[in-house]
C-alpha cells in the first residue's frame, strides 16, 4: 500500500515534469517556460477550488469553532514537524535542529499529540523549513516555475520537496482507512487557513496566475532567508536607465 | 565654557610643566580636536536620529489613520473611511513613483495626460483598497520595531499584532521626495505589494494593452465599494 502509494506521488511528479517539458514558450517570464502549460493548470486547479474546495472548506469553518480549528491546524503541523527537524539538520542549523526537536516532542506529549502547542508557551516557537528551502540555502535557483495538479504553485527546485515531505509524515504509514480521511480533514483545514489570502488574491489581482507566481517566488525567498531576504532580493524596480536610476531602490 | 575651562586647565598644565610650552600646545590642539570631533560626532548622530524618527514618523502616521478606520469602521461605513484614509495616503506614498515602477517598461511608452490619469486611478484604488480591508477592529496593535537605512532609503519595521498573537510583519521602504520622506514600497510577510503590482499590471499591459489596465482598476475600484459595508 505504501509502495502504491510513493508510486503515485512520483508519477505525478514525472508527470508534471514531462507536461511541463513538452510546452515551452519563448517569449515570457524567463523563470516560467512552461507558461502556458502551468496556466492551464492553474485554470484546472482553480475551477475544482471554486466549486468544490472553497465552498466545503467555507461550510468548514461556519460548523467549527475557532478552537477546535486551532487545534487541527496545530496536529497537523506537528505531524508534518519531522520534515522542518530534518530540514534544520541538512542546512546545518544545530541549534534549530535541537530546539525543533524539543518542539516535536513536547507538543506530541504534553502537546496531546500535537493538538496544543504547549513547546509555544515555554518559548519553542514553530520554525518553516522543507527540502525546496533546503536547496536554495545550498544555494539553487528556482530553476522553472511549475503549477502541479491538486497542489498549486512550485518549482523544480520545490517540487521534491513535496515528496519528501509527505514520506516523512507518520500519518503516511497508517492504514488507508485511517489516513486517506486524516488526508481530507487536513486538506480542508489548510484550505479554510488561506480562505483569507485568497480572498485578497481575488480582490487584487487583475491576472490571478501572474499575481499567484509573484508572490509564491517572493514567499519562497523570504522563508529561504528566514524572514531577512537579502537588500537585493527586492528587485532593481526599474527596467530602463537616465533619470529612472534614481528608482533602483534596492 | 567648556572650551575656556579647557583652555586654563592646559594653562595650569604649562605652568606646572615650566617652560616646555611645546606640550602644552599639543594638549590645547588635543582638547580641540576632541571638542571638535564631539560636536561632529553629536551633529552626525542628532542628524541621524532626526531622518529615522522623520521616517518613522510617516508610517506611524498612517498606522494612526488605519486604526481610526478601523476603530469607528462603523459608524464611518465605506465612504467615510475613504474620506479618512485618502489625504493621509496622499500624504504618505510617493503615488508618482509607485506608479513609474508598477508600470515597469511601459510607463516610458505613455504620454503625460496617460500617466497624471493612472497616477489618479492608483491613488483611489489604494484608498479604496485601505477602506475595504480596514474595516473593523478587533483589538489589534501596531508595533514598530526599527528603522533601517538602506542604500539612502528608510526601512521602517513594523508588524499589526492580533490579541491572540498572531503577527504580520510589515515593512515599509521610504524615499526622500524633495526632502520629505514617502512610502514607495510595503512588503507583507516578504512579499512586496510593488513587485506583486508590477508582475500583475506589465502582465495585463502586454497582454491586452494599457486601456484595459486602467479600466480594469476602475473595476476593482468599484468592487471594492460595492462589497464593502
Known amino acids: 500500500m505504501q509502495e502504491s502509494r510513493i508510486a503515485l506521488l512520483t508519477a505525478l511528479v514525472v508527470a508534471v515534469g514531462l507536461v511541463a517539458g513538452c510546452a515551452s514558450t519563448p517569449n515570457g517570464d524567463p523563470g516560467d517556460p512552461y507558461e502556458a502549460t502551468n496556466r492551464k493548470v492553474y485554470n484546472f486547479n482553480d475551477s475544482l477550488d471554486r466549486n468544490i474546495m472553497q465552498p466545503v472548506a467555507r461550510g468548514y469553518v461556519k460548523v467549527t469553532p475557532k478552537g477546535a480549528r486551532t487545534g487541527v491546524t496545530n496536529f497537523f503541523g506537528n505531524v508534518g514537524y519531522i520534515d522542518t527537524v530534518a530540514n534544520d539538520l541538512l542546512q546545518g542549523k544545530g541549534g534549530q535542529f535541537l530546539r525543533d526537536t524539543g518542539r516535536f516532542v513536547i507538543n506530541s506529549s504534553l502537546g496531546l499529540g500535537g493538538l496544543f502547542d504547549v513547546a509555544k508557551e515555554v518559548g519553542l516557537k514553530a520554525n518553516d523549513e522543507d527540502l525546496g528551502q533546503t536547496f536554495g540555502v545550498w544555494g539553487a535557483g528556482e530553476g522553472a516555475y511549475l503549477t502541479i495538479p491538486f497542489w498549486g504553485p512550485s518549482s523544480f527546485r520545490d517540487a521534491p520537496g513535496i515528496f519528501t515531505s509527505a514520506l516523512l509524515r507518520p500519518t503516511f504509514y497508517l492504514m488507508p482507512i485511517v489516513s486517506l480521511p486524516l488526508g481530507a480533514v487536513n486538506a480542508i483545514n489548510s484550505r479554510a487557513n488561506l480562505l483569507e489570502a485568497t480572498n485578497i488574491r481575488d480582490q487584487a489581482a487583475l491576472d490571478p496566475y501572474t499575481f499567484v507566481r509573484e508572490a509564491y517566488r517572493q514567499q519562497r525567498e523570504y522563508k529561504i532567508h528566514d524572514g531577512n531576504p537579502p537588500g537585493d532580493g527586492f528587485d532593481d524596480y526599474v527596467e530602463g536607465e537616465g533619470d529612472a536610476a534614481i528608482l533602483k531602490i534596492f | ?229
Not at chain 2, 506589465?202 to 473595476?219: P, Q
Request: hydrophobic share 40%; proline share 1%; charged share 30%.
Open chain 2, 1 to 229: 565654557m567648556r572650551n575656556e575651562l579647557s583652555r586654563d586647565r592646559g594653562l595650569d598644565h604649562h605652568y606646572r610643566l615650566g617652560k616646555d610650552t611645546k606640550c602644552s600646545a599639543h594638549m590645547k590642539k588635543i582638547c580641540r580636536h576632541a571638542i571638535v570631533l564631539a560636536l561632529i560626532t553629536y551633529g552626525l548622530t542628532a542628524w541621524g536620529n532626526d531622518h529615522l524618527d522623520a521616517g518613522k514618523a510617516v508610517v506611524e502616521k498612517l498606522h494612526a489613520s488605519l486604526l481610526q478606520a478601523m476603530m469607528e469602521a462603523d459608524a464611518l461605513g465605506f465612504s467615510g473611511r475613504l474620506e479618512i484614509l485618502e489625504p493621509v495616503l496622499s500624504e504618505t506614498f510617493d503615488f508618482a513613483t509607485i506608479s513609474r515602477i508598477v508600470t515597469g517598461k511601459y510607463w516610458k511608452s505613455l504620454d503625460e495626460e496617460e500617466r497624471s490619469g493612472f497616477i489618479d486611478v492608483f491613488v483611489d484604488l489604494s484608498a479604496a483598497t485601505y477602506a475595504s480591508n480596514f474595516d473593523g477592529y478587533s483589538g489589534e496593535v501596531f508595533e514598530t520595531l526599527g528603522v533601517e537605512e538602506r542604500r539612502g532609503n528608510l526601512l521602517v519595521k513594523t508588524a499589526i499584532v492580533k490579541p491572540d498573537g498572531e503577527r504580520v510583519t510589515l515593512d515599509y521602504l521610504l524615499r526622500d521626495v524633495d526632502g520629505v520622506w514617502r512610502i514607495v514600497n510595503v512588503i507583507a510577510d516578504g512579499v512586496s505589494d510593488l513587485s506583486l503590482k508590477r508582475a500583475d499590471y506589465t502582465a495585463v499591459i502586454k497582454s491586452e494593452g494599457f486601456d484595459s489596465l486602467v479600466s480594469k482598476l476602475h473595476g476593482k475600484i468599484e468592487d471594492y465599494g460595492a462589497v464593502s459595508r
